[in-house]
C-alpha cells in the first residue's frame, strides 16, 4: 500500500518537473486526442525530451557573457585604475603586500578575488582605498551570481530533459536485471527441487 502511494507521488513529481519544464497545462485524467494535423501531445512529448542538449549558439551566448563580465573584476579594475597611472609593476605590487608573485598576478588577471586583507595590506603600502576594492569585488561577486541564476534559468529545461532520459534508460534497465535475476532465481529453485 504504502509502495503504491509513494509511486503515485513520484509519478506526479515527474510529471511536475516536465510541466515546469516545458510549460504544458497539466492534464486532468484525460488523454489528448492526436492531432491529425501534426503529432499527438505524447510525441511532442517525447520529442520534446530528446533535446536534453542545450544548443550551441545559446551555450556561446552565456560564455560570452560571462567574459564580459570578467572585465569588472577588481583585479583588472585595479590594474588600470591604479597601478597604470603610477607605473606600479606587479613585482612591486607582491613586493610591498608581502604576497608572492604568482598570487599578485592571478588578482591582477582575475582568477584570485580580493579579500579584506589584500585590501587593507595595498591600502597601508599604496594608500588606495580599501573599501573601493571591497566593493568592486561585491559587485563583481553579485554580477556572478545573477548571471548564474540567470543561466540556470534558461538552462533548467534542459536539465530536467537530461533527467527524465537518464531516469527512462535507468528504469529499463532495471526492469531487464529484475527479469535476469528471476530467471537465475527460477533456476536454481529448480535445480534444488530436482
Known amino acids: 500500500m504504502k ?82 597611472p603610477g607605473q606600479i609593476t606587479p613585482e612591486r605590487l607582491a613586493n610591498e603586500t608581502g604576497r608572492s608573485l604568482e598570487e599578485t598576478k592571478e588578482i591582477l588577471d582575475g582568477r584570485r578575488d580580493v579579500t579584506a586583507e589584500i585590501a587593507e595590506s595595498i591600502k597601508r603600502r599604496f594608500g588606495w582605498p580599501a573599501k573601493r576594492l571591497l566593493d568592486w569585488q561585491r559587485d563583481y561577486d553579485e554580477a556572478v551570481v545573477r548571471w548564474y541564476r540567470e543561466f540556470m534559468a ?19 534497465m532495471l526492469k531487464k536485471e529484475v527479469a535476469r535475476f528471476k530467471k537465475l532465481a527460477l533456476a536454481r529453485l529448480r535445480s534444488r527441487a530436482s
Request: proline share 7%.
Open 3 to 84: 509502495s503504491e502511494k509513494r509511486q503515485g507521488t513520484f509519478e506526479q513529481y515527474w510529471a511536475a518537473l516536465e510541466r515546469a519544464a516545458f510549460k504544458r497545462a497539466p492534464t486532468k485524467g484525460k488523454v489528448a486526442k492526436p492531432n491529425k494535423l501534426g503529432p499527438s501531445s505524447k510525441e511532442r512529448r517525447s520529442s520534446a525530451l530528446m533535446e536534453t542538449k542545450m544548443p550551441e549558439a545559446k551555450v556561446k551566448q552565456w560564455l560570452n557573457r560571462f567574459s564580459w563580465l570578467e572585465q569588472f573584476h577588481p583585479g583588472p579594475l585595479m590594474a588600470e585604475t591604479y597601478m597604470t
Open 154 to 172: 534558461d538552462a533548467a529545461p534542459y536539465l530536467v530533459a537530461q533527467r527524465c532520459s537518464e531516469f527512462k534508460k535507468t528504469r529499463k
